[in-house]
């Protein structure tokens, strides 16, 4: 737990010190760094003691952790297994608090550990560690009061300058670890949503740290919004699980209470199992699918949407078809940054979401998913192969391999995906910083046309890149072996166990051979793009610029992340699918359900595989995907080492794919022209009605209002207020008269009665005379 909250507390310590220290000041880099070096040295600490560890004494450290207060654990035993179709798996599940309680149901902030989370860990921790080493010098630049930035908007005339942020670089940094590490902690999907967020969120701080730049800040803005798209499917999701299932638990714990008695409540795997086989017909009975709710207001339909749903977040986090765009304006934040983005933070945890929850997917889910990922793949490569920006180059490829990935999981073969996404931040984070290397060293030139002939100036920075590259694409020594298998960098391994999958998939299920096609001359474009990239950078005799004939390595900071990540993406995946990575990952990761064998024979009708389907065709499998990417290199190489075929007239006569994948097939512009174009039109139609006729309205009846007032006021002022007026004012006056008459004087009062008496008398004499006598 505390290889989790460094980093944050790295962050909050950066925050609060810049308020108080130089923006000169080096201390808010090496606190961040220092950080993350204490959260890596744990992280291993913690894998070394997971390997070194039975599952007996995990299951006995389970329950004592439970007679703990506030800490409750649990492992997925034998009979729980048993009972609902999954292995047993080595696992430590519990909750620090309970957010919030409706009823029976009950949203718990905890952890589940397994060996997917310790490597995880040990894998986003050390990739940060480098990210933030290499920082303190690849950022020193914002180590001032002052920085010149010609890239900014100003006028002319105007000094470019901004303030350094080195500061805010590290803080935000610091978070952007913290928050993926949450992901990776999380044991329900409500947790994970949190720190998802808050994933997002950092991202958008980081690719729009240069945000006085008019294109960062659209980059950082239209990574937020697409993100925010595939969230609100994410929302769905959980909301339809939610009801249908009466959890948000990936893994089962015992009683939140801390009771170890009685049965533990059902996780959202099992409970989705349950409520698939209310609306699935078994063999016995076998009924068409009721698509429409039941009495319990479940519907298979609605099982479907719920994936497609969490689906929808994957996409969008880990930019795939059709929200893939805005991953490629995403480099206008710092390289590091890239770098990190990248390899084991945010695009990396759409795919370890996808992973975590194949088993609440059915089957129509999974297959657009594959669908998704393909053309993912495709798109990615074909614009790497055309970019000359440097960094859009590993861009692209980082599309295109995610795309991969979600392949491998569309298929079944989710520890396959889930394999690759570790080799593949290994050699992806090297590339960037690779990339980033160069880029400082020739003072931010990132067109490849200007580069060239780096090797002897940048000798270490060659040769890392040059293992990343062959790690990327996919390549090995055909008939050489090493325990057991061929030999090969990380990203051969990884490639050939997705390829094994969608082998095995294609298989048995011989209409969709496209899958297979697609993955081959995706390995094919994979290593024509990287071999590309490296030749174009290297290889070339001189540079173009003459300036740049004079660059050299950078410090130490620099160069060392280089040769660590070279040294993980050739040898991390060592043993293949027998390697120690694979089989942690294997271990960790959820098993097909029972319901996922056969033919389901529901809305589609797919054979699913199995492990030892994979493992039969693992050796024609691998040997296609070698070929494939043996040709792509040979491609690469006779165009751009070898130059026996120019390059230039081979784009001349693919002109139109080439200028449709210049433009990123030109899905920006249908963006704008299909979704931005008509909402800014009907924005200014609602202002034309607005300042038209709603305001004339509205402006009219003020107007009559303040007449109205005007002439209210007239008639109070002249009429009433001067009625009441002069009766007060008579009032008053007939007040001060009578007032005279008491003068207090017993005489006059006499007096007065006297007359009164007198004047009374003598109209009553006149008026009512007395009677006469009678006759």
């Avoid at 949190?194 to 969120?201: D, H, M, R, S």
């Avoid at 026996?644 to 963006?671: C, E, G, M, N």
Wanted: with cysteine.
């Amino acid at each position: 737990m505390l290889a989790w909250l460094l980093p944050f507390a790295g962050c909050v310590v950066i925050t609060v010190l810049r308020l108080k220290l130089s923006r000169l000041s080096a201390v808010p880099g090496w606190i961040g760094t220092g950080s993350l070096l204490v959260a890596f040295c744990l992280s291993l600490f913690s894998a070394g003691l997971w390997l070194m560890t039975s599952p007996a004494e995990t299951a006995a450290s389970s329950v004592s952790a439970e007679e703990t207060p506030g800490i409750q654990a649990a492992k997925v035993g034998d009979d729980a297994a048993h009972e609902t179709g999954y292995s047993p798996q080595r696992r430590l599940v519990g909750h620090w608090y309970s957010l919030a309680k409706f009823g029976e149901i009950d949203f718990p902030l905890g952890y589940a550990i397994d060996a997917l989370t310790v490597l995880m860990f040990v894998l986003v921790t050390m990739i940060s560690l480098a990210v933030h080493a290499y920082s303190l010098v690849y950022m020193a630049d914002e180590q001032t009061e002052s920085y010149q930035d010609h890239h900014l908007d100003h006028s002319p005339g105007e000094t470019p300058e901004r303030p350094g942020r080195f500061a805010h670089f590290y803080a935000a940094l610091g978070l952007f670890t913290f928050a993926m590490l949450g992901i990776v902690l999380a044991n329900g999907l409500l947790q994970i949503f949190i720190f998802w967020e808050l994933v997002g969120f950092s991202s958008y701080l980081l690719i729009g740290f240069y945000h006085e730049r008019r294109t960062a800040r659209l980059a950082s803005m239209k990574a937020f919004l697409m993100n925010r798209v595939g969230d609100v499917g994410f929302v769905l999701g959980m909301t339809i699980l939610l009801v249908t299932c009466g959890t948000l638990l990936l893994y089962p714990v015992h009683d939140l209470n801390g009771n170890t008695s009685g049965s533990a409540p059902m996780a959202l795997p099992e409970a989705f199992q349950a409520a698939v086989e209310k609306v699935v017909p078994s063999e016995e009975n076998h009924q068409p699918t009721d698509l429409l709710p039941s009495g319990q207001g479940i519907s298979y339909a609605l099982l479907v949407a719920a994936g497609l749903g969490l689906l929808a977040g994957c996409v969008g986090k880990s930019a795939q078809f059709p929200l893939h765009t805005w991953l490629a304006d995403a480099m206008e934040g710092p390289t590091p940054v890239s770098a990190l983005v990248h390899s084991a933070t945010m695009v990396a945890a759409g795919v370890y979401l996808a992973a975590r929850i194949a088993p609440l997917l059915l089957p129509e889910a999974l297959l657009l998913l594959a669908y998704v990922g393909v053309v993912t793949l495709l798109l990615g490569a074909s614009m790497a192969i055309v970019a000359r920006d440097l960094k859009l180059v590993l861009a692209h490829s980082t599309i295109s391999q995610l795309g991969l990935m979600l392949l491998g999981i569309g298929v079944g073969a989710w520890e396959a995906a889930i394999f690759h996404l570790i080799t593949h931040a290994f050699f992806k984070s090297l590339l960037f910083l690779g990339a980033g290397s160069v880029i400082h060293t020739t003072h931010h030139e990132q067109d490849l046309e200007k580069l060239g002939g780096l090797r002897a100036h940048l000798p270490l920075t060659s040769l890392t890149m040059l293992i990343g590259v062959i790690a990327l694409s996919g390549l090995a020594v055909p008939y050489v072996t090493i325990f057991g298998e061929s030999l090969g960098f990380s990203g051969f391994h990884s490639k050939d166990a997705i390829v094994s999958g969608a082998m095995a998939f294609v298989l048995k299920n011989p209409h969709h051979i496209l899958l297979l096609i697609s993955v081959l001359l995706g390995a094919c474009l994979t290593a024509a793009y990287s071999l590309r990239l490296w030749l174009k950078l290297f290889a070339r005799d001189t540079p173009v610029d003459p300036a740049l004939q004079q660059v050299h390595e950078g410090p130490w900071l620099m160069t060392w992340p280089l040769v660590v990540l070279a040294f993980f993406a050739a040898f991390c995946a060592l043993g293949g699918e027998e390697g120690l990575v694979s089989t942690l990952v294997e271990a960790s990761l959820s098993p097909a359900p029972a319901w996922f064998s056969g033919s389901t024979d529901e809305v589609v009708s797919i054979q699913w595989t199995n492990a030892s389907d994979r493992h039969a065709v693992h050796g024609t499998a691998g040997a296609m995907a070698l070929a494939a990417a043996w040709l792509g290199a040979l491609i690469a190489w006779a165009l751009y080492g070898l130059r026996a075929i120019s390059s230039k007239d081979l784009s001349r006569q693919l002109t139109p794919l080439v200028r449709l994948a210049s433009h990123r097939w030109h899905f920006d512009t249908l963006y704008r022209g299909f979704l931005v174009l008509p909402i800014l039109n009907l924005a200014r139609h609602t202002a034309w009605i607005d300042r038209i006729l709603i305001d004339p309205f509205i402006d009219g009846c003020a107007r009559f209002s303040e007449r109205f007032s005007h002439a209210s006021q007239w008639f109070d002022e002249a009429m009433i207020n001067r009625f009441f007026d002069n009766m007060a004012s008579s009032v008053w006056a007939w007040g001060l008269s009578l007032r005279k008459a008491q003068t207090g004087h017993i005489r006059q009062y006499v007096l007065l009665a006297t007359m009164a008496v007198i004047v009374l008398f003598l109209i009553l004499f006149a008026w009512m005379p007395g009677g006469r006598a009678g006759p």
